[in-house]
């Protein structure tokens, strides 16, 4: 199994700032197609959490450019360049490549 | 627009079964793969179950702990997903999301509650 470890687990942020997240995984989650299916979501208060970063180093629809993804192999990292309000919530990565599906343990940031 | 409303959640008695659903919209649901991931109170996300569209077999997938007492299922020409949860126990309380793989993202549903309490 595929286990993703987070860190930090909290971060605070003065607005305005960059803050940024690991997510290390126990083995490469590259998929058989070569494909890494390796996401980042953001879950805030009371809701599901929302896509934000897909395949590593794309972002989804509608996601602000402050956000980016990149790594590789077993290293991952989220990159927000500059923190707004509304950036608070709980970060997750996960993987989709091999089962069983795994999520890291989420980072929570706070202004 | 992808949507997946799940429904079937509620309150159940430990020993007890629930069937919850996931209606889903906006993609070809069809050729799509599903899963179902949940997340307890306070706590991080936990995928629980996957199945493949019937073109890759419907091939269905569990995590350890629930192997053998939850089944996943769909019904194609309703474009739903079920989970079928037997044996529950107060540990399966939980937030239970429906998830779709599209296009190598995966979607979320808004998630039902189901509290195993006594």
């Known amino acids: 199994d595929i286990v993703m470890t987070q860190t930090p687990l909290s971060l605070s942020v003065t607005p305005g700032q960059p803050a940024s997240i690991s997510c290390r995984s126990s083995?490469?989650?590259?998929?058989?197609?070569?494909?890494?299916?390796l996401h980042w979501y953001l879950q805030k208060p009371g809701q599901s959490p929302q896509l934000l970063i897909y395949?590593?180093?794309n972002r989804f629809s509608g996601v602000p450019d402050r956000f980016s993804g990149s790594g590789s192999g077993t290293d991952f990292t989220l990159k927000i360049s500059r923190v707004e309000a509304e950036d608070v919530g709980v970060y997750y990565c996960?993987?989709?490549?091999?089962?069983?599906?795994?999520f890291g343990q989420g980072t929570k940031l706070e202004i | 627009e992808v949507q997946l409303v799940e429904s079937g959640g509620g309150l159940v008695k430990p020993g007890g079964s629930l069937r919850l659903s996931c209606a889903a919209s906006?993609?070809?649901?069809?050729?799509?793969?599903m899963s179902w991931v949940r997340q307890a109170p306070g706590k991080g996300l936990e995928w629980l179950a996957r199945?493949?569209?019937?073109?890759?077999?419907?091939?269905?997938d569990y995590a350890a702990p629930v192997k053998g007492r939850f089944t996943i299922s769909r019904d194609d020409s309703k474009t739903t997903v079920f989970l079928e949860v037997n044996s529950l126990k107060t540990e399966d309380t939980a937030v239970y999301y429906c998830?779709?793989?599209?296009?190598?993202?995966?979607?979320w549903g808004q998630g039902t509650l189901v509290t195993v309490s006594s």
């Open positions: 998830t779709a793989h599209i296009s190598g993202t995966t979607f």
């Open positions: 906006g993609f070809t649901f069809s050729d799509t793969w």
């Open positions: 083995q490469s989650p590259l998929h058989g197609d070569g494909k890494t299916y």
């Open positions: 199945i493949k569209s019937k073109g890759f077999g419907g091939t269905t």
């Open positions: 996960m993987q989709v490549s091999q089962l069983p599906y795994s």
């Open positions: 395949e590593v180093s």
